[in-house]
């Protein structure tokens, strides 16, 4: 059984949810910027003891803690974290500006762009496979 009448529909009802206002933060370990909630910056601030890190070092951070051999503390693995990242500044070239992530996806784009070759043989010849022949939806 159906229901019908022109003049007994409703319009949709809309939900209003009023946006936080976000703001610019930097990443204390790699220097990385991104635009976060205040409420999410104060959530990610009280895990990390009052600093703020980006998400991709967040999960650098607990991996650093699962991957070691002893336990060891949040504050520990942000701290070994964070060396790494600056000893990863330090040798890069002086008048280098880039940051880890951005040299991450550098090196992404730059393995995407590459060609890609099937082996052809055991030993690691390639055959260049047209791209007329690959299958793309």
């Not at 601030?45 to 051999?69: P, T, Y």
């Not at 099937?118 to 010849?125: C, Q």
């Amino acid at each position: 059984m159906a229901i019908s009448g022109s003049g007994s529909q409703l319009p949709p009802l809309k939900v209003v949810v009023p946006a936080a206002e976000a703001e610019l933060v930097k990443c204390e370990s790699c220097g990385f910027t991104e635009e976060c909630t205040p409420e999410y910056i104060s959530r990610v601030r009280e895990k990390f003891h009052g600093r703020w890190i980006c998400g991709l070092c967040v999960e650098a951070v607990k991996d650093e803690a699962m991957r070691s051999e002893r336990i060891i503390t949040i504050e520990e693995a942000l701290n070994r974290h964070i060396s790494f990242c600056n000893d990863f500044r330090s040798c890069s070239p002086p008048n280098a500006t880039e940051h880890p992530i951005s040299a991450i996806g550098r090196l992404l784009r730059r393995s995407l762009d590459s060609p890609r070759s099937l082996p052809s043989t055991p030993t690691g010849g390639g055959v260049d496979v047209p791209p007329e022949t690959c299958l793309v939806d």
